[in-house]
C-alpha cells in the first residue's frame, strides 16, 4: 500500500553484553498525506507514538500504557509480533443528523505487541488516521495470561510541543457543567474551579479538564482532545502537566473499587482521539468521532423523527411555577399541558416536554435519601395524562415524557421496564432524562465505568421500547448515536437553564462561540434556545441571557440537535413576529456549510434542510460586535430564494438593547452576497425559502 510506509532501522546501542538492539518505526499516513502517525518501541521496549502535519510536530513522543491491579504495569517490555495495515473509504446513512451521508475515509495500522519477559502478555494499539485527525485505541486480546483486566489508571500521553491557547472546562467526575476558561496550557488550573455553588454535585480530584479540550497553536493550526466509543470503560479526563506541557489520561473512578476499569478479555478501550485541522470551522465539519462508531444496531428506527418541542419547564428555572405539587404552584396540569399541545400545534412544533408531570419531587434537591422516591408510573393527581396524550394525538403533537431519576440509580433501573413499557403504550417515543445529584450508590460518579454502563444500558433497552433518549447530566457524548440512533441528544454542557438561575450572571456572550468548537464536536446538545424575554421580567430581577434575542433564533441553526426546544413561555412568543423563523426552522440536514469562525469569537453556519432543499443561516457572536461577509455559493445555482433576515437592531446589545431586532425580507440566488451585522453578544438568522 502506497500511503503506508513502514521503516526499519537499526540503531547501534552497545548494552551491557554489547548486543545490538533494534528500534523499529511503523509509520501511517493519512488518505491525503498530510498527517504522519510513528509507531515505536523505546530502548526498553515502551510503546511511543508521534503525530506530525505537515512534517511539523503535532503530538511529540508520547508513551502509551496501562498500571494494573495486582500485577506488573502493561507498559514496557515489548516486542512487536505482527503489523497490519488497511484502508477504508466508505459512506454511510446517518438516520437523522447535520448531513445525509457520512464519508468514512482513513488509513489503518495495527501493532500486535507482546511482552518478552514470562509474562508474555499481549496487547494491541491500532490507529486509524484521516484527513482530519487520528484515533488509537487499545484492544486487549483473548489471552491465558490476562483474562481479568483490572486498570488502575490508564496512562496514555500525549505530549504538547507548545504552550497552547487552550479552551478548557476542568476535569469534573460529576458533570460537564462548567464555564470555558481560554489560557496557556501551562495556565490550567482545574482545581481553582472546584467550589460551584449552583451546582448539586461536582468533583475534580486533579488538575485535569474534561474533553472535548480544544487548542490553537502558534502556526494557526486548531487541534482537539476527545474520545469516541465509550463502552464499558471509564471516562477519560487529561492531566494537565503544565510545566512539561504533557496531557496524561487520568481515568475517572470510584469510591467504591481501587482501580478505574474492570474487563475480561477480549476487549477494545475507547478511542483516544485527535481531530487536528488547518482551520477552526474545519472542526465543526469533522465527523470522525462518529465514524470511529460501530454501524448502528438499531434495525428500525423510523418510529422516531427530529422535531422541535416546547414545554412546561423554562417555568420552574423562572420560579413561575414548581415540578412539585404541594409548593401550590404546580406546572404540570392538564391544563397548561393542553395550553403548550395548542401552541406547539399551531406553530409547527411536533413536541410537547413535561416536567413534573410524576409523583417525588417534593423530595428531590438537596436530599441524601433519594431512592425509592421517584415514581415513573404514577402522575400527580392534577395531571390526567391519558388525557394529555390523547388530547396531544388529536391535534397532532407528541408528548415528551421526563424521568428526573435524581441520581437514584437503583430506582430508577427497576422500574426502567415498567417505565418505557408505559411510554410505548402511550406511543410516546422520547424520554428526557435527568441525573441531577450525587450518585446513589454513594461514591460513584456520574463519569465512571458504572454509571457509564447505566446510561448506555438505559439506552439500548429505551431502544426495545421504541424510545429516544436524551439524558441531563448524561455520559459525554462519543459518537454512540452512530451504533444507536436513539441517543438523540443530551445537555453535558452549561445550557440555557444556567441563564435562569447561576449566582455568576449565567452563561457569558463568549460561552456558545467557544461551545460550538468544544461540546459540539463530541455530539447533538440540547441547549433549548429561543428565549424571548431575554430580561426574564418579572420573575429573575438578577439574571438575564446574555445574547440578543436575534442569537437566540441563530442557536437553532448554530447548535446541532434533531431535537429543537422553544424553550420560552407561551406568552412571550405570542405576538412576536420573530416567531415566524422557529416555526420555519428546520431540524433535520442534507448537509451542512461551516461558512466561518474562530474559537470563542463567531461563527456562521448554514444547513439545508431534508426534503424541501430550503436553506437556514446562523450566526453568531461573542460581546463584540463584528460584520462578516458571506457568498450565498451554498444556494442551489439559477434558483429564487426568498430570505428572511432576522438581524439585531441598530442599537442592540446583549445587555443594554438585547430585544432589538429587525426582519428584512429579499430575493436572493446563489450569487447573492450579504453582510451580517451583528451586535456585541449577537447574530443573525436567516431563513432561505425556494420561490
Ligand atoms: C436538570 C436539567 O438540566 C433540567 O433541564 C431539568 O429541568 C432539571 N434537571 C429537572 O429534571
Ligand atoms: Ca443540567
Not at 393542553?338 to 408531570?357: M, Q, T, Y
Not at 420573575?539 to 446541532?560: F, M, S, W
Not at 438585547?658 to 446563489?670: G, L
Request: glycine content about 6%.
Amino acid at each position: 500500500m502506497k500511503t503506508i510506509l513502514k521503516i526499519v532501522f537499526f540503531i547501534g546501542i552497545y548494552c551491557f553484553y554489547s548486543c545490538i538492539k533494534e528500534v523499529t518505526t511503523t509509520t501511517i499516513l493519512s488518505p491525503n498525506q498530510k498527517i504522519n502517525v510513528s509507531f515505536f518501541l523505546s530502548e526498553n521496549g515502551e510503546p511511543q507514538y508521534k503525530i506530525t502535519h505537515k512534517s511539523k510536530t503535532v503530538i511529540d513522543t508520547s508513551a502509551l500504557g496501562f498500571d494494573l491491579k495486582d500485577v506488573p504495569s502493561l507498559a514496557k517490555n515489548f516486542k512487536i509480533i505482527k503489523t497490519k495495515t488497511n484502508s477504508t473509504d466508505e459512506t454511510w446513512k446517518m438516520p437523522w443528523g447535520e448531513q445525509e451521508t457520512v464519508r468514512n475515509h482513513y488509513n489503518e495500522l495495527t501493532i500486535e505487541l507482546q511482552e518478552k519477559n514470562t509474562l508474555a502478555r499481549k496487547l494491541n494499539i491500532v490507529f486509524k488516521v484521516y484527513d482530519d485527525g487520528v484515533g488509537f485505541r487499545y484492544e486487549f486480546p483473548k489471552q491465558e495470561q490476562l483474562k481479568e483486566v483490572i486498570i488502575v489508571d490508564e496512562n496514555t500521553q500525549f505530549q504538547l510541543t507548545d504552550d497552547h491557547t487552550t479552551w478548557w472546562i476542568p476535569g469534573d467526575w460529576d458533570i460537564y457543567e462548567h464555564l470555558y476558561t481560554t489560557s496557556k496550557v501551562s495556565e490550567i488550573d482545574a482545581l481553582s474551579k472546584v467550589n460551584h455553588e449552583s451546582l448539586a454535585q461536582t468533583y475534580i480530584p486533579e488538575n485535569a479538564v474534561n474533553t472535548p479540550v480544544t487548542m490553537k497553536t502558534a502556526d494557526g493550526l486548531h487541534i482537539s482532545f476527545h474520545e469516541a466509543a465509550l463502552i464499558d470503560y471509564s471516562g477519560m479526563t487529561l492531566k494537565v502537566d503544565t510545566e512539561n506541557l504533557l496531557l496524561q489520561s487520568e481515568l475517572v473512578g470510584s469510591e467504591r473499587t481501587d482501580y478505574k476499569v474492570k474487563r475480561t478479555t477480549p476487549f477494545t478501550t475507547p478511542w483516544r482521539t485527535i481531530q487536528i485541522t488547518e482551520k477552526a470551522t474545519e472542526l465543526i465539519d469533522s465527523k470522525l468521532i462518529v465514524n470511529l462508531n460501530e454501524p448502528s444496531k438499531i434495525a428500525d428506527i423510523s418510529w422516531f423523527t427530529p422535531m422541535k418541542y416546547t414545554g412546561i419547564w423554562w417555568e420552574m428555572h423562572l420560579g413561575k411555577s414548581s415540578w412539585d405539587k404541594a409548593s401550590g404552584k404546580h406546572g404540570a396540569t392538564t391544563e397548561n399541558a393542553k395550553a403548550f399541545i395548542d401552541f406547539s400545534a399551531k406553530n409547527n412544533i411536533k413536541g410537547v416536554l413535561v416536567e413534573g408531570w410524576n409523583t417525588g419531587w417534593e423530595h428531590w434537591i438537596g436530599f441524601e435519601d433519594r431512592e425509592g422516591v421517584f415514581d415513573f408510573i404514577t402522575p400527580y393527581d392534577d395531571y390526567d395524562l391519558h388525557e394529555v396524550v390523547r388530547y396531544a394525538k388529536e391535534k397532532g403533537v407528541e408528548i415528551i415524557m421526563h424521568h428526573e431519576t435524581s441520581a437514584a440509580i437503583g430506582t430508577y433501573d427497576k422500574q426502567m421496564d415498567k417505565a418505557y413499557q408505559l411510554m410505548k403504550d402511550l406511543e410516546i417515543h422520547s424520554v428526557k432524562s435527568g441525573y441531577v445529584g450525587k450518585i446513589i450508590p454513594k461514591g460513584e460518579y456520574h463519569h465512571g465505568q458504572w454509571m457509564v454502563n447505566h446510561y448506555n444500558n438505559a439506552a439500548i433497552k429505551a431502544a426495545e421500547y421504541e424510545v429516544a433518549v436524551n439524558a441531563h447530566e448524561p455520559i459525554k457524548a462519543t459518537g454512540l448515536r452512530r451504533t444507536y440512533p436513539n441517543i438523540i441528544s443530551r445537555e453535558g454542557l452549561r445550557g440555557q437553564e444556567f441563564n435562569a438561575w447561576a449566582a455568576d450572571g449565567g452563561n457569558p456572550p463568549e460561552h456558545l462561540p467557544i461551545v460550538a468548537f468544544t461540546r459540539m464536536l463530541a455530539g447533538p446538545i440540547d441547549y433549548t434556545p429561543g428565549i424571548f424575554n431575554i430580561k426574564l421580567t418579572p420573575y429573575k430581577e438578577t439574571n438575564q441571557v446574555n445574547t440578543t434575542i436575534a442569537q437566540q433564533l441563530a442557536l437553532y441553526v448554530v447548535i446541532y440537535s434533531p431535537i429543537q426546544m422553544a424553550a420560552d413561555l407561551i406568552e412571550n412568543y405570542e405576538g412576536n413576529p420573530a416567531l415566524q423563523f422557529i416555526r420555519d426552522v428546520g431540524v433535520d440536514w442534507k448537509q451542512t456549510k461551516v461558512l466561518n469562525g474562530e474559537v470563542g469569537d463567531f461563527v456562521t453556519i448554514a444547513r439545508e434542510e431534508r426534503n424541501t432543499g430550503n436553506w437556514f443561516l446562523g450566526s453568531i457572536t461573542d460581546e463584540n460586535p463584528r460584520n462578516l461577509e458571506v457568498s450565498l455559493t451554498f444556494l442551489e445555482p439559477n434558483t429564487t430564494y426568498t430570505a428572511t433576515i432576522y438581524k439585531d437592531g441598530k442599537e442592540a446589545h446583549w445587555d443594554k438593547n438585547p430585544t432589538a431586532i429587525e426582519i428584512e425580507h429579499m430575493e436572493v440566488t446563489s450569487t447573492t452576497k450579504i453582510t451580517l451585522k451583528l451586535a456585541a453578544g449577537g447574530g443573525t438568522a436567516i431563513s432561505f425559502i425556494k420561490k
